[in-house]
Structure formats: C-alpha cells, structure tokens
C-alpha cells in the first residue's frame, strides 16, 4: 500500500517506538506515585514535556492531554469566554464554538482569514448561517464584535484560528490574527496540529494545541500549550493529576513516543520541509489536470487538495485500494456531507465532492508519487 494520508496521521517513528517500548515493559509504574518506580516514570514525562515545549514560544506550560480535541475543548471550554472561530476550523473547534453560541468567521477563496490594516478589523468574505451560530455577516466586521459575542456583551473574548489547515493546508497569519486579538483585549487560541514540528510557532497565541499522532508519534495523546497568565477551568475532574487541570493517570508511554517525536522534529525541521518541497512540485506536475484547492503560496505543501469535475471522490478512493488517500478530514469520512472547508472558500457541494487529499512526508518516496499518481489519474479518466 502507498500511503498517502499524512493529515489523517503519520506512520510512528521508530525512534518513537523506541522510547516508548521501556514504558510498555518494564517501566509500568504509575508517574503518579511517590516511590522510586513512580518518580522514574515522572521523570520521563518531564522530560517529554520539555522536548516538546522547545517547539513551542517560551512564557508558558504545557499540559498534556488525550489529543488535540481534548485540548482544544479545554482551552475554549475552559476560558468560558465568547468563542469566534474561522469557518475553515477543525470540526473539535466548531462543535466547542456551536456549543457556547459563537462567532464564525468567513475567509477568503484561499482560506485566509485577513485584517484589513487601515481599520484592524477582520475581512470577511460571507458565510453561511448555522443552526446555534452566530455569523457576522457583512463584509467587513469590527473585531470586537466578534470578540465580545452576543449581546449581552458583558467582556471580552476568544479567537481560535488554526495555523496549517487540515484539509487544505492553508497558512493563517497567525501572528497579525493574534495581535489584532489582544488590540481589542481578547484572547488567541492556535490549532497547531498540522504546523508543529514542520515549521516555527509564531509567538502570539495565548494557547496552543498540539497533537503526537500528527508528526509520527502514538495516538492517544495530545498537549495544550497555555501562556503564563492564562487563566483556565478544569473540565476533567477526579484527581487533578496533571497541574491541576486534566484528571487521569498519565501514560509514561505515550509520553516520551510524543517526547521523541517532538525532538526528531526538530532535527529534521529543515530536512523533512525540503524533501515535501521536493514532493509537493512532483505531484503538481503529476495532477496538472487538476485544480488546485486553497492557496498555492501560504500553504504547507505537504498538503496537496485537488479537484477535477466530472470525478467521484469516494468511487476514485474506492477503486485506488492500493493506495490511502482521503476526500477530506478523516473526521467526517463516511458522512455524505461535502467538505466545510471546501464550502467555506467557495466550492460548489459538486465541485467539493470532486476533490481528494494528499498527504505526504517524511517516509513518502518520489516513487510513491509517481506510482500513485498514475493510478489515480487513470481512474479519474475513467469516469469522464
């Protein structure tokens, strides 16, 4: 099988799997307990909490959690501020955002979310109105009204904005969103799941998410990244293990496969974007017949969403079987709905179930490339 579904997850590293093997054998102790084994097992999981707190800005903690969901609903839960979210979010922000009755906000063709800088407020460039959400509606919007929500207006609020899209790869400016977001004395929340460990956190964010799965390490654990000062509600609670904030034992296992993930990330950073570089001009060349979905410039070209009319994304990934590759998030696989993402920048429903995703990276091979290139563009042909 070629493997093509790297923003689905990523295969586990093995030097991942090495670091974690110990803690599967031998290394059992609860991190929890007070004994030699225990502190042994704690040990480890600082040290995987200070491998992967080099990737991120320094002035914060980092707190570790399931995954990325858990730590996304932590942060927008937990604050208990008015939420605005861009509607080209991950569905575990949205869900939080439709929850507190927030703000969604429009991007444009590309998937960007703007500020238009001689006002500082938020360009918007339409979106549909959902059951339970707010929408801002016209074209141009003062930021505050995102952040104070709906009346009564009673504070302000919480921005999230993810940096790299998930289903098309888009790279949000997530420092300008930031400071916009605190000139009006709010807050920013960062789903990182697709930029950490392929490239710099721009500093800003008041809370950052981040996933282990996502650059070869186990599933099952995620971290959120909390600024000094950021003041937040458990919304897990028992035995307050992890500072106070998420209830639960802590698995010394996945946390130094996620400690060893985040450290050969870092090492590799260069290498690992010059070889999807390398992937991504392959593959365009490869899919010249197709559309390219989202920004071709600010985006993470390890992600590559293409659509051609006439095409069946799910009967063209039924009949690739040889090769794992996506019609968008693996979140929604299965639903029937077309992408929201897709919807958010402009694509028809017909046009966003004519599109597939691409995923690739450290493990992909230029052959892997060719080889399912061909394969998909026959089967593409077929059906015209």
């Known amino acids: 099988m070629i ?53 991120l800005p320094t002035g914060g903690r980092v707190i570790f959690t399931s995954g990325a969901t858990e730590a ?39 998937g960007i979310l703007k500020i238009l800088p001689e006002t500082g407020r938020w360009h918007a460039a339409g979106v549909t109105e959902g059951e339970g959400v707010q929408t801002l509606g016209s074209t141009t919007n003062p930021l505050h009204q995102a952040l104070r929500g709906p009346p009564p207006r009673t504070g302000m609020g919480l921005v999230a904005v993810m940096l790299v899209n998930n289903e098309i790869g888009t790279i949000q400016p997530v420092a300008e969103l930031a400071a916009a977001a605190h000139a009006q004395g709010g807050l920013f929340l960062c789903d990182a799941v697709h930029a950490f460990g392929r490239m710099p956190i721009p500093d800003g964010p008041d809370m950052i998410a981040v996933s282990a799965h996502k650059i070869h390490g186990p599933k099952g654990i995620g971290a ?12 897990m609670l028992g035995g307050g293990q992890e500072q106070g904030m998420r209830s639960g034992t802590l698995s010394p296992a996945l946390c130094a496969g996620f400690g060893a993930a985040a450290k050969l990330a870092a090492e590799r950073m260069e290498a690992d974007a010059a070889h999807v570089g390398a992937l991504w001009d392959r593959a365009v060349a490869a899919f010249s017949d197709w559309t390219i979905n989202g920004s071709t410039t600010k985006r993470y070209k390890g992600n590559l969403n293409i659509r ?33 993402v897709l919807c958010a920048i402009g694509l028809s429903d017909a046009q966003a179930k004519s599109s597939i995703r691409l995923g690739f990276g450290r493990y992909t091979t230029a052959e892997d490339i060719d080889i399912a290139a061909g394969a998909i563009n026959r089967a593409a042909e077929a059906m015209l």
């Open 224 to 235: 959120l990244w909390v600024r000094d000062g950021v003041d937040l509600k458990p919304q």
């Open 72 to 110: 996304i609903n932590l942060a927008i839960m937990g604050c208990g501020l008015p939420v605005s979210a861009a509607a080209t979010e991950h569905a575990a922000v949205l869900d939080c955002v439709h929850a507190r009755q927030g703000c969604v906000l429009p991007v444009g063709e590309g």
């Open 308 to 340: 051609r009319d006439g095409v069946d994304a799910a009967r063209l990934i039924s009949e690739c079987r040889r090769i794992a590759f996506s019609a968008g998030s693996a979140c929604a696989s299965g639903s029937g709905r077309p992408s929201h």
């Open 3 to 55: 493997y093509l579904d790297y923003q689905a997850t990523t295969p586990l590293a093995p030097e991942a799997f090495a670091a974690m093997e110990p803690w599967l054998k031998d290394g059992f102790a609860n991190p929890h307990s007070t004994h030699a084994a225990g502190r042994a097992a704690a040990a480890a999981v600082e040290v995987a909490r200070d491998q992967i707190a080099a990737l």
